[in-house]
């Protein structure tokens, strides 16, 4: 690294969404992730379409939108840089930027901009530093299959967690720990004092009461997901409880984007918790082909909505669209059916409102009466705020800490708890840069 160091903050500062920072140092520069909105008024971030045709190298830290939705944009505005992520990252990627065009009629970009960022991606294995004047590492951060932090510089003076989860799941190791940096820009998403997470094993046993109850009336469970993390680690919790025997034996339908998330997933299953990789790859005990999996064969899902008690796991996460509002109009009206919500809702999203406890929902231009239950399961890709100040605490050599990625009073909470522990806080806002 040179003398210096700057860090702009183009988006995702105190918010969720639009993750993009820029770290330059005189000789080079590289953008970390490259994120949208979805549904805001800031739906892009602050770089500018000069800054864009500057960029050097773009580290994607892992494939949600908001880390990732700005990329193709970025093409199209006459990007070169070369884009660095693990395999998987890449893998999923191009999935999910082409479903986000395709959803998003208008786009000021077209598939050929996707296809200019998919021609500059390198993919780099965990560890593995790259990058010739500005060195940078990825090291697994536990969110989702082929998430990284990102560490900068070969003397180890900057770490970006990006999105950290610092707990075991049921597919992915933990996030490293111990890392060696003297400044950390940390995610804050649960960094409130109140954000306390239960483990993986509670909120698990709580989705399969929920469910057997649901079938022991009769009744069918609806559980929207997010493609890509979230829909995997449900399918195979309830896989495996279903398996031993906990989970009343019934058909889980999976429909949506997930299903070909799923067959990214298992193609990348060496980035996957050991016990997943033997599983698959040294017995024949596949959990991504359970025969309690079932697709929709018809295309107005005729089938899944006759099949008596069953399970259907289908996008989008907030009901913001994809399949799942199809089966939420036909299941709304039976209050023997429950909706499980298993991730986290936006302000403004249908999924919210219904937590909020809203029952006359409009889909399709249509008033629906919601009888059917709802219920929220406490999952997380995150780590809570006990979570985080681990990570931080676990962390060598460190004075500076950036806080970002988090709605409200969250990075300021999260930020007074690690000045309490004698490090520097900076709350950046969009648009701001420092010198480290
Ligand atoms: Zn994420
Ligand atoms: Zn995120």
């Known amino acids: 690294m040179g003398d210096f160091t700057d860090i702009t903050f183009f988006g995702g500062a105190n918010e969720v969404g639009r993750n993009c920072l820029l770290v330059e140092d005189g000789r080079a520069n590289l953008l970390l992730d490259a994120g949208v909105k979805l549904g805001e008024k800031d739906e892009y971030p602050l770089i500018s379409n000069d800054m864009v045709r500057r960029l050097h190298r773009i580290a994607i830290s892992h494939t949600h939108l908001d880390h990732v939705g700005y990329l193709p944009h970025m093409y199209a505005k006459g990007c070169r840089a070369e884009v660095y992520s693990t395999k998987p990252t890449h893998d999923l990627t191009q999935l999910l930027l082409a479903d986000y065009l395709r959803i998003n009629r208008g ?181 991504f082909k359970s025969k309690f999996f079932h697709t929709p064969k018809t295309k107005d899902r005729s089938d899944v909505l006759k099949a008596g008690s069953a399970i259907i796991v289908s996008t989008s996460g907030m009901l913001t669209g994809g399949p799942v509002l199809h089966y939420l109009k036909k299941l709304a009206g039976d209050s023997n059916n429950l909706l499980i919500l298993v991730g986290y809702q936006a302000e403004g999203t249908l999924g919210r409102k219904l937590l909020d406890g809203e029952r006359r929902i409009m889909i399709d231009g249509r008033e629906i009466e919601l009888k059917m239950g709802v219920e929220q399961a406490h999952f997380s890709a995150h780590a809570d705020y006990k979570g985080l100040l681990d990570i931080v605490r676990s962390m060598r050599k460190l ?32 648009g701001e840069s420092f010198r480290i």
């Open 107 to 287: 786009m000021k970009f077209s598939n050929n901009d996707i296809i200019k960022a998919m021609k500059m991606w390198k993919m780099v294995e965990y560890g593995e530093v790259v990058g010739d004047k500005l060195k940078f590492s990825f090291h697994k951060s536990g969110h989702i299959l082929g998430s990284s932090m990102v560490l900068i510089g070969g003397s180890s003076r900057l770490l970006f967690s990006s999105d950290v989860n610092d707990r075991e799941t049921k597919l992915l190791d933990p996030g490293e720990k111990n890392l060696v940096a003297e400044n950390l820009i940390i995610e804050s998403t649960y960094g409130a004092p109140s954000d306390q997470l239960p483990t993986l094993k509670s909120a698990s046993k709580m989705l399969c009461d929920s469910i057997n109850r649901t079938i022991k009336k009769g009744g069918k469970v609806l559980i929207p997901s997010f493609a890509v993390g979230r829909a995997q680690e449900i399918l195979f919790i309830l896989e495996s409880y279903m398996s031993s025997g906990v989970l009343e034996q019934v058909p889980i339908f999976v429909d949506g984007m997930i299903l070909k998330a799923n067959r990214i997933y298992r193609q990348n299953v060496i980035y996957a918790r050991d016990e997943i990789q033997k599983r698959i790859l040294m017995s024949d005990d596949d959990p």
């Open 399 to 430: 004075k500076k800490v950036f806080v970002m990625h988090g709605e409200g009073e969250k990075p300021k909470k999260l930020g007074e708890a690690i000045q309490n522990m004698g490090y520097e806080v900076i709350l950046p806002r969009n």
